[in-house]
Nanobody
Framework: QVQLVESGGGLVQAGGSLRLSCAASGRTFNGYAMGWFRQAPGKEREFVAAIRWSDGNSFHGDSVKGRFTISRDNAKNTVYLQMNSLKAEDTAVYSC???????????????????WGQGAQVTVSS
């Protein structure tokens, strides 16, 4: 069993930055990938970013490319999401997820992920 705990959410003005952290506990993460998804009120869950654990290769959703960066610290079993140039439309609950199943072509699909964190609210004021 893996527990994922997010931190770092909050309120920020448009154009500002935030960094989310997701720490995996319970056992050392040696799965396929860890990722971030977000869901705004009344909208479907959206893929934000993911990182393949074997080689650190990262993937970002189109709406955040060039602004958000996912990274990891293997020793701390932690993944980060650095969010820059935030916009009001980035307001959402951001959830961390971990996958033990492979499939690069599916890395942006929520159903690939086996464990989820509780979510962190990010609010961007315009």
């Amino acid at each position: 069993q893996v527990q994922l705990v997010e931190s770092g959410g909050g309120l920020v003005q448009a154009g500002g930055s935030l960094r989310l952290s997701c720490a995996a506990s319970g056992r050392t993460f040696n799965g396929y990938a860890m990722g971030w998804f977000r869901q705004a009120p009344g909208k479907e869950r959206e893929f934000v970013a993911a990182i393949r654990w074997s080689d650190g290769n990262s993937f970002h959703g189109d709406s955040v490319k060039g602004r958000f960066t996912i990274s990891r610290d293997n020793a701390k079993n932690t993944v980060y999401l650095q969010m820059n140039s935030l916009k009001a439309e980035d307001t959402a609950v951001y959830s961390c997820a971990a996958s033990y199943r492979g499939g690069t072509s599916l890395i942006g699909k929520a159903y690939l992920y086996d464990y989820w964190g509780q979510g962190a609210q990010v609010t961007v004021s315009s």
